[in-house]
């Protein structure tokens, strides 16, 4: 069965760092692009980093450029995310996500249950 499952997300405060943790299972990981998005109650979910398979290119949403690095090893199905110098606002739920075209409108997507990162004083 096909299981992503996020872990590390903790309390801490401003400034400090955390790194989260997405352990896939189930499926090629390596073909799949894998991403981290986050999500607080009432606001729609927002995305945050990628790394695609095959060269894992990275990218960033503004919010969280310089201070945020997604990376993944293939080898042990896993995608992290190390956050730096971290905001108040960067409290929420953390959700990983494989994605994967297979045909030009029809992705087959997979989503963890999320890890709670909360950050504050």
């Known amino acids: 069965q096909v299981r992503l499952v996020e872990s590390g997300g903790d309390l801490v405060q401003p400034g400090g760092s955390l790194r989260l943790s997405c352990a896939a299972s189930?499926?090629?990981?390596?073909?799949?692009?894998m991403s981290w998005y986050r999500q607080t109650p009432g606001n729609e979910r927002e995305w945050v980093a990628s790394?695609?398979?095959?060269?894992?290119?990275?990218t960033y949403a503004d919010s969280v450029k310089g201070r945020f690095t997604i990376s993944r090893d293939n080898a042990k199905n896993t995608v992290y995310l190390q956050m730096n110098s971290l905001k108040e606002e960067d409290t929420a739920v953390y959700i990983c996500?494989?994605?994967?075209?297979?045909?030009?409108?029809?992705?087959?997507?997979?989503w963890g249950q999320g890890t709670q990162v909360t950050v504050s004083s």
């Open positions: 189930g499926f090629a990981f390596s073909v799949y692009r």
């Open positions: 996500n494989a994605r994967r075209r297979v045909r030009p409108e029809q992705f087959t997507d997979y």
């Open positions: 790394s695609s398979s095959g060269d894992s290119t990275t």
